[in-house]
């Protein structure tokens, strides 16, 4: 048996397959059952009726060495070291008992002085691939550092294993779903659940813990870099569905990842060494380079295909709408590898504005920015987590609540120590509603987003004047190339100027509301909405 720390788990070497190749995962995956072949040369796998996370079954193991660090309340749920040892236990004997059993060792983190080695444990093949695809591995482009590997944390992936309703009891919870983890012990137990985004996410709350002790700012964002120009480098914070993914992947400047990064002192550098995509409705011609990328290595999540073309139907969210691809980054023409660059020169804010009352673009004053960061306003859209099956106005603070171990004040001062040290601008994107709320209105079109984007990018936008909206106090451009006036302000594009108004009061109420949770400055606070 080898031993990694782990009680009961059997890790021999004629059932225990480590650091497969891609092509060895993808046959096994087929030979076992696990998926099936796209015609793109996709590996296309569902993950039952979880399809979205679980964040209602994740509990945190609660000791001394770090309950005065972490803000507990509802994401964070404490759970005794006992009845961790109870999830550890059940987990590694199932796996113990599985036919094989498929071991990823790899990175998290693209800095070679700020990185964490992850070792993923699972019984299905895709969920290695996955693994493989979404984190680093040692010796490959993404880490030419030619250093050892190493260990830090552990994944232990029993999602075939539901807990009994004698378990649940034992438990105190009511659902046969268990994601635990251990901060002190570095190691996550995933029982019930085989919705692979809680493996990546998982660890992506490990770095949002580990890295503020290195002096990095954990950032639920994706990041890219002016090919012409690598002082240029853009954040685009959001949660999932707001397009993170989509308005880093642009043609005319480099990816360094979509999704998760730190900023310490030498720059941004990406956590993952790959991307994990929302594909429902995806076309060739909205996102090219995720289109593309979408071949033999990748593995789409929950994607309906057609049984005899084997053509996927982007379109079909008959299983869920949170359909997803995940692959390397290189998959991405042009990526930046390493993934790593310097420090950012403009923020992006992305909301999906639920209400339709949020301008489309507005400039934020430092105040403003750690307001509307603290508050992190924006909707859930469906399918993200289990049980959302229509937008939901959601607060999440630092644009990523779900994952955030400590206390939102500690990371928002990162952030604001950030943009007063390296000068950056901070921007607001609603890609959410126009022209009326969820329901009446529609979503902001790609297209005048994507425009949005590149004044900000290129610098134009920033030399626009500027009017204060009335009801949220932002800095609304009076212009900008490739958009309607009539977008720029949310009130010309609704059709009942009352509807709006109301909609607009009851949005800021909401922040107001809302705000109550933090420790803020009343300059902070009066950043806020007027209305």
């Known amino acids: ?91 590694s004997e199932h796996l113990s008992g599985a036919e094989d059993r498929f071991v990823f ?60 309703k004698e378990e649940q009891a034992r438990f105190g919870v009511n659902s046969p779903v268990l994601v635990a983890q251990s901060l002190e012990r570095k190691t996550v137990v995933i029982l019930g659940t085989e919705y692979a985004g809680e493996m990546k996410k998982s660890i992506f709350y490990a770095m949002n813990f580990d890295m503020p002790e290195q002096g990095v700012f954990p950032m639920h964002c994706s990041a890219n870099i002016d090919r012409s120009d690598p002082t240029n480098v853009a954040l685009f914070f959001g949660l999932s569905g707001t397009g993170k993914t989509t308005l880093s992947a642009d043609p005319a400047r480099s990816l360094i990842g979509d999704d998760e990064h730190g900023w310490g002192p030498n720059g ?8 994990y995509a929302k594909c429902i409705r995806l076309s060739e011609a909205g996102e090219p380079q995720i289109w593309n990328a979408i071949h033999f290595g990748s593995v789409l999540e929950n994607t309906v295909v057609d049984p005899k073309t084997r053509e996927p139907d982007y379109d079909d969210g008959s299983i869920t709408e949170n359909t997803r691809v995940t692959y390397p980054v290189d998959f991405i023409p042009g990526a930046t590898i390493p993934s790593v660059g310097g420090h950012p020169k403009n923020i992006i804010f992305l909301t999906a504005d639920a209400f ?53 004040s500690e990371y928002a001062q990162m952030l604001a ?42 610098g134009t936008l920033a030399r626009e004047d500027y009017d204060p909206d009335p009801v949220f106090g932002l800095a609304v451009p009076r212009h900008a190339r490739g958009v309607p006036a009539g977008v720029l302000h949310p009130v010309d594009a609704w059709a009942d100027k009352d509807a709006y108004e109301k909609q607009a009061h009851a949005l800021a109420a909401r922040f107001r509301e809302n705000e109550q ?8 606070r009066a950043a806020g909405p007027k209305g």
């Open 517 to 524: 949770k933090f420790q803020i400055s009343d300059e902070v």
């Open 105 to 164: 060792e790899g990175w998290a983190g693209a800095d070679v002085d700020h990185r964490l080695g992850v070792r993923v444990i699972t019984e299905q093949a895709w969920h290695a691939l996955f693994a493989q695809t979404l984190f680093i591995e040692p010796g490959s482009a993404s880490d030419p550092s030619g250093l050892p590997w190493r260990h830090d944390w552990t994944v232990i992936n029993a999602g075939r294993r539901r807990l009994t």
């Open 356 to 408: 339709g009352v949020l301008p489309p673009v507005a400039k934020l004053s430092p105040e403003q920015a750690m307001y509307y960061f603290i508050n992190g306003y924006t909707s859930k859209l469906a399918g993200t987590e289990a049980g959302v099956t229509e937008p939901q106005p959601n607060f999440s603070p630092c644009f990523g609540g779900p994952f955030l171990p400590r206390r939102p």
């Open 1 to 91: 048996m080898t031993s990694i720390g782990t009680p009961a788990l059997d890790l021999t070497t004629e059932r225990t397959h480590t650091n497969l190749s891609t092509a060895e995962l993808v046959e096994r995956a087929l030979a076992n059952g696990e998926g099936t072949l796209a015609s793109n040369g996709a590996l296309v796998c569902k993950t039952g009726d979880r399809t979205g996370r679980s964040p209602n079954d994740k509990y945190l193991e609660d000791t001394p060495a770090i309950h005065d660090k972490i803000w507990w309340g509802s994401v964070n749920k404490p759970m005794t070291p006992e009845r961790f040892a109870d999830a550890l236990a059940i987990a």
């Open 417 to 458: 120590d950030r943009i007063k040290k390296y000068k950056a601008n901070v921007w607001l994107l609603n890609t959410g509603w126009t022209g009326g709320a969820y329901g009446d209105g529609h979503r902001m079109e790609l297209g005048f987003t994507r425009a949005m984007v590149t004044g900000i990018l290129d």
């Open 268 to 275: 941004v550098f990406n956590f993952e060494g790959g991307c």
